[in-house]
């Protein structure tokens, strides 16, 4: 396997992993042959209109040094590593993405829009209860804890519900985007910048 091969390969496992062609990876090592020892000084990868999780990423950035392929894995078809440092990743999306997710995770809903702002995310949507037309509009902000991404429900109202307000609450109060378990090599959500119509999400090393 040739040093070239190993990024293409590597290109290859990521793209099936985030659905999506657009994938750029470049390791650096030197010698270079130590590329077909799964052996790298530094490691960056580029993603973008991939899915991660519950979300459409527009564009994610991974970097690290000192990466160390498990190489059984890797010929395999499975991507993991033995070992790296200061493993950083950084990943942008926006209310189309948001958007999207929420569209899936709220029941029977329809016509669903989000607003990103720097202080809070604002959905409305059209749901049906037991045949009725409901109106339902959330406020609430996206949120790093415990390794994961949620869009936190911080109030919502609901128009011509037969069930009044209660019946939605527990089921809208927190949602999990993503997962560590969904992010390259188990890393963990450990901050949240809102900004004006997208949101910037950092994740670290366990």
Sequence with gaps: MLPTVVESALESRLSQKFSTPHVDVELSASPRLMLLLGRTDSLSVTVK???????????????????????????????????????????????????????????KADNVEVHITDDNVLVTADTNLLGHKAQLSLVGHIVADDGTLYFDTDQFDIQNSPFGTARLGDSLGRIALVKPEQLPLKMRVVSVDQQEGSVIVRAGEE
């Design 49 to 107: 209109d991939g899915q991660v999780g519950q979300l459409r990423v527009h564009e994610m950035a991974l970097s690290g040094r000192k990466a160390v392929l498990d190489m059984s894995s890797f010929t395999a078809g499975r991507l993991a590593l033995e070992q790296a440092e200061a493993l950083d990743l950084t990943a942008m999306f926006d209310e189309n993405g948001l958007r999207e997710a929420l569209a899936r995770k709220i029941n």
